[in-house]
């Protein structure tokens, strides 16, 4: 079966340079949320979106932007990054907003 | 390829009462990691209890204990004496390495 797909998986960014995660979820689940975990961390939710709107937010920082797109596909952009952005990227997926979430193998990005 | 399988879309639990919480995971590494977090409606994700696959004897956390079997690669929770904060989203998780692996989470609701 079809699952969560995050690209890539890994990334390596350098300080003040910009970075797109993408999320293409489950086929057919309309929301996607989006996860940032830090090095034994806690996985913190950033934000999410319902039918290509946004429909949460957590504690996603003013530099990182997100949208989901007419596919139901989600990019997370993120600007002039820190060091302290280094973290597992998680995107999940559902259908009708709640139900069972889907999570994706998560993106590890490395910033130097 | 690790998976996580969390067989309880939704279960519920008379306030005070006990509840267990199923989790299973398949894999053939031998060091890891096992989770339990909670979701509240803020979709953040707050640890429960933690589990390294090296100790035999079961982690416990207040009114939170789990039942590990690693031969049936089994991750239980068990809440007792279930309060109505308790009311939640719960995600069995597995780590090994830099790999993160979520179940599909279980919704439980506790009935005053």
């Known amino acids: 079966a079809a699952g969560v797909i995050q690209s890539p998986r890994h990334l390596i960014k350098e300080k003040r340079e910009t970075a797109t995660l993408k999320c293409y979820p489950i086929?057919?689940?309309?929301?996607v949320y989006w996860y940032q975990q830090g090095p034994g961390q806690d996985p913190q939710f950033l934000i999410s979106?319902?039918?290509?709107?946004?429909?949460d937010k957590g504690s996603i920082p003013d530099r990182f932007s997100a949208q989901q797109f007419s596919d139901y596909h989600s990019e997370l952009n993120m600007s002039s990054l820190e060091l302290g952005d280094s973290a597992l990227y998680f995107c999940?997926?559902?259908?009708?907003?709640?139900?069972?979430?889907?999570f994706g193998s998560g993106t590890q990005l490395s910033v130097l | 390829a690790q998976t996580v399988t969390q067989s309880q879309p939704e279960m519920s639990v008379q306030e005070a009462e006990t509840v267990t919480l199923s989790c299973t995971y398949d894999?053939?590494?031998?060091?890891?990691?096992l989770f339990w977090y909670k979701q509240p409606p803020s979709r953040q994700m707050i640890l429960v209890i933690r589990?390294?696959?090296?100790?035999?004897q079961n982690a416990t956390e207040n009114r939170f204990s789990v039942n590990f079997q690693k031969a049936a690669k089994s991750f239980s929770l068990k809440i007792s004496d279930s309060q109505l904060g308790d009311t939640a989203m719960y995600f069995c998780?597995?780590?090994?390495?830099?790999?993160?692996?979520f179940g599909t989470g279980t919704s439980l609701t506790v009935i005053p």
């Open positions: 999940a997926s559902s259908f009708l907003g709640r139900e069972k979430l889907f």
């Open positions: 086929p057919r689940h309309d929301t």
């Open positions: 979106f319902y039918e290509k709107m946004q429909s």
């Open positions: 894999t053939s590494e031998s060091n890891y990691y």
């Open positions: 589990q390294e696959a090296y100790k035999q």
């Open positions: 998780a597995f780590m090994s390495g830099n790999q993160f692996y």
